[in-house]
């Protein structure tokens, strides 16, 4: 992050009372980002978090963004789930996933909690499971605030626990599981409405080595069955699976190579 001394009054960013008008773009791209800035202010001193990012992901890739603790890899994040809001940019969705592309930076409120519930799958390091829903519960919630069928909730829960191992702790909380069952719901939760895209912020910070390959494994097998996944990690190694690793530094991306190891590569 970059720090300047600044006198400047804060201001609402009036772009969030504003509607998304439909901007036409390619079917083949989920999310289009465009000279992304967010600064913060503390006292007299303005911190920039994010310079001017600029990012297009397509279906099916897998994109890795690294970097230290303060490059503003969770700010990024934050950002694009619609969970902060930057100062200027484009953030633009392929919200039909046939070409009909939508800024989040000009959406009511009311549109951003859509966005979150139905189009955006959220991963985080600290899992943010709700410590008195069972797995299952906490799988299903999203399609129980969305308004989904007990049928097909039913249903796709059950389908995504199986997927990811956990059929037989359905029933049990949070505190009754290991870390890397806790992730693993957290990333069947992020599934259960069918997102354009899975963000995850270090989805694997707090796990051992066996668990985190264990992890990477499912993000893999995802990409493989067409998911297109924004993972940041301060952890090279494991960024090395991704289609593409992209260097975050001081709030500006200064470096992208090819990644696309197979888990085996990576540990050798």
Do not use: W
């Not at 992050?1 to 390619?26: E, F, P, W």
């Not at 409120?109 to 859509?114: A, D, E, T, V």
């Not at 389908?159 to 029933?171: A, V």
């Not at 952890?235 to 289609?243: F, G, P, T």
């Amino acid at each position: 992050m970059k720090i300047s001394i600044k006198k400047k009054k804060g201001r609402m960013n009036k772009q969030r009372q504003a509607t998304a008008k439909a901007v036409k773009i390619d079917n083949d791209i989920v999310l289009i980002v465009k000279d992304l800035t967010k600064t913060y202010t503390v006292g007299n001193s303005t911190i920039t978090a994010l310079n001017k990012v600029n990012l297009t992901i397509k279906k099916g890739e897998f994109i890795a963004v690294v970097g230290p603790s303060g490059s503003g890899k969770t700010t990024l994040i934050n950002c694009l789930g619609a969970l902060d809001f930057p100062n200027s940019g484009k953030i633009i969705y392929n919200v039909d996933a046939k070409g009909m592309g939508l800024d989040i930076m000009l959406m009511t409120n009311k549109q951003h909690k859509k966005m979150r519930l139905r189009k955006i799958g959220l991963i985080f390091q600290f899992y943010n499971l709700f410590p008195i829903l069972t797995a299952y519960e906490n799988v299903e919630l999203p399609m129980v605030i969305d308004k989904i069928d007990p049928k097909l909730r039913e249903e796709k829960v059950k389908s995504l626990l199986k997927r990811i191992g956990l059929e037989k702790r359905m029933e049990h909380l949070p505190t009754q599981m290991s870390g890397g069952e806790q992730q693993r719901v957290t990333i069947a939760r992020a599934l259960v409405n069918d997102p354009l895209i899975i963000l995850a912020d270090e989805p694997t910070g707090e796990l051992d080595t066996e668990t985190t390959t264990n992890i990477m494994k499912i993000f893999l097998d995802l990409k493989n069955a067409g998911e297109s996944i924004l993972m940041v990690t301060h952890n090279l190694r494991i960024a090395e699976v991704a289609d593409r690793i992209i260097t975050l530094t001081d709030g500006e991306f200064t470096g992208e190579i090819l990644g696309g190891k197979s888990i085996e590569d990576i540990y050798n």
